[in-house]
């Protein structure tokens, strides 16, 4: 809503208030003193014509003509022609009416009348009132005012009236010019005020359009007038002081934003180059708050260390620049594996990989990812090798160890250079599992823990316990498991009569596990555990082992 619409709806209705309540303070003043005139006027003819009847009924009886029919008759006429002497014009009408107990009528009047039944009744209730005040009543079939008085000598009543539109004809006129006035001042009030408002306002109207242009244009030269020295006048100086203000201010960050974006390219750059050494998340995370990248942190992550078999004899067969190529190519390919499942990779120790899920983000799934990535690692190497093969090259094979529990995670090394890695027992666990592979004959073990998170996240992985084992420098056991995408139907059934004979086994019911190891080697002929297991089995049933024990097996290498 435009200023000058307010000023209007604010300050019109206390101009149409005011002249509203003067002019009707003036009409009714008029009004009132014009009907009192005309009121005392009636009185005053009424009060003239009694004087004048007491005349003549007087003069009737001084000379005793008084019961004389004809004389009474005579001044009867005489009253009546006095009042129409005094009627100033032709609406006026006087009449004598007789009272009801004289069987009602009109006796007299100064004008022909004929009074309806219905008027008759009611002009006499209200004559028999005995009323000295102006009174209203229809008579002849008009409205009209009269005043009234009973003369009784002529045992009349005597009414002078008047019809009510001309009684107050002059107070109707006062209305009309009253309300002709009220409309013509408010008129020129409106157009006086829709004046005042725009030279008001147009101050304000000028800087809006100088601010519009801004707004559109972007061009902070622009300037407005100071037209008067008053409040309006001080805003247009101070919009100009404002407007002054801001192009310098907008040089500023204009100025400013070209560093910025110089920066921001530069900051990309750097980003770019170092994606290559350190994962993204933790690049994003070091600029978000670079002084918590100093501190490390205690956090649950999946560990997973992947190496080559036997890369010593690879690489004595091949060229360096072929050793290389044949690296990087297996590399790629298991890094963006590693990297599409949210995991980070910590570094290359020779031709070993070591990654982990859950720092610098944590997901609730880390855990899975980690089994998932080794699984899709294994399947890489199975495509790699067919290239390989192709291509005449030597196959890689791997094996990988993944543990899940508590590492301390962060920036470690000096100033010079730095590490974000993670660093603990549960490492050096994953490290050593991945070692184990060797031992175990599979591709791929995970360990207890993570074997525990994999049932809270109830993931559909087919599982198979191997051993509980002891890694070198370390007394306490660890069950390790190796662990498929799916399992023919066969080896469905295999795996899940090893699993019983490993909960046999661990109850000291050698024999019982023995049937089920042999089982298992029926159903998958050939297998390394099943037969290692069925070995150890038959052992134990001729030498049991000591009553602490508790089916650990210590290892003594790697």
Request: aromatic residues 8%.
């Amino acid at each position: 809503m435009k200023i000058r619409t307010k000023i209007f709806l604010v300050v019109l209705p206390l101009i149409t208030v005011t002249l509203f309540l003067s002019q009707m303070a003036s009409y009714f003043r008029a009004v009132n003193g014009i009907t009192r005139v005309a009121q005392q006027f009636l009185s005053f003819k009424a009060s003239e014509l009694r004087r004048y009847a007491e005349s003549q009924w007087e003069l009737l009886a001084e000379n005793n003509y008084d019961s004389r029919p004809d004389m009474a008759a005579a001044a009867e006429e005489a009253v009546i022609a006095y009042a129409a002497g005094m009627e100033l014009n032709d609406t006026e009408l006087t009449l004598a009416l007789a009272p009801r107990s004289q069987g009602g009528g009109v006796t007299a009047s100064t004008g022909p009348v004929d009074l309806a039944g219905g008027e008759e009744a009611q002009l006499l209730a209200l004559l028999e009132e005995e009323s000295e005040s102006l009174q209203e009543a229809v008579i002849g079939g008009k409205l009209r005012v009269f005043r009234a008085f009973y003369f009784v000598p002529f045992g009349w009543y005597l009414l002078l009236t008047e019809e009510k539109s001309v009684f107050y004809a002059d107070a109707q006129k006062i209305t009309t010019q009253t309300a002709l006035t009220l409309v013509l001042s408010l008129a020129a009030a409106a157009a006086l005020l829709a004046l005042f408002a725009r030279r008001l306002t147009n101050p304000l109207a000028r800087v809006i359009g100088a601010m519009n242009g801004i707004i559109a244009g972007g061009d902070l030269h622009g300037r407005v007038p100071v037209e008067y020295r008053d409040e309006t006048g001080h805003l247009a100086l101070t919009f100009n002081t404002m407007i002054t203000e801001l192009d310098k201010a907008y040089e500023e960050i204009k100025r400013h934003a070209f560093h910025a974006v110089l920066a921001q390219k530069k900051e990309q750059r750097i980003r770019n180059i170092f994606q290559k050494y350190v994962p993204k998340d933790l690049i994003d995370k070091f600029f978000a708050s670079p002084e918590s990248m100093l501190v490390g942190d205690n956090r649950v992550l999946a560990i997973l260390f992947s190496d080559i078999r036997s890369f010593t004899t690879i690489s004595e067969g091949l060229a360096p620049d072929e050793l290389v190529q044949s690296l990087n190519r297996y590399f790629s390919g298991q890094v963006d594996i590693i990297m599409n499942r949210g995991g980070i990779v910590d570094k290359y120790i020779g031709d070993a990989i070591m990654a982990f899920w859950g720092a610098p983000v944590q997901r609730d799934d880390d855990a899975l990812q980690s089994v998932l990535s080794g699984l899709d690692m294994l399947d890489s190497v199975k495509e790699f090798n067919r290239r390989q093969k192709e291509i005449g090259k030597t196959e890689f094979h791997i094996g990988i160890g993944i543990n899940y529990g508590t590492v301390t995670v962060g920036n470690i090394g000096s100033d010079r250079k730095m590490d974000y890695t993670v660093i603990g027992d549960m490492v050096n666990l994953a490290s050593r599992m991945e070692g184990l592979t060797k031992t175990y004959h599979e591709e791929i073990l995970v360990s207890e823990s993570l074997y525990a998170e994999l049932e809270n996240l109830k993931a559909a992985l087919p599982l198979r316990l191997l051993d509980t084992v002891a890694v070198k420098g370390k007394t306490r056991g660890v069950k390790i498991y190796t662990v498929r995408r799916s399992l023919g139907p066969g080896e469905e059934a295999a795996w899940a009569v090893h699993n019983e004979g490993m909960a046999l086994y661990y109850r000291r019911d050698f024999s019982a596990a023995a049937a089920k190891f042999g089982e298992a080697l029926r159903l998958l002929p050939g297998d390394f555990n099943a037969k290692n297991l069925l070995d150890r089995c038959r052992a134990y049933a001729l030498t049991p082992p000591p009553e602490n024990w508790d089916g650990v097996e210590v290892m003594t290498t790697k």
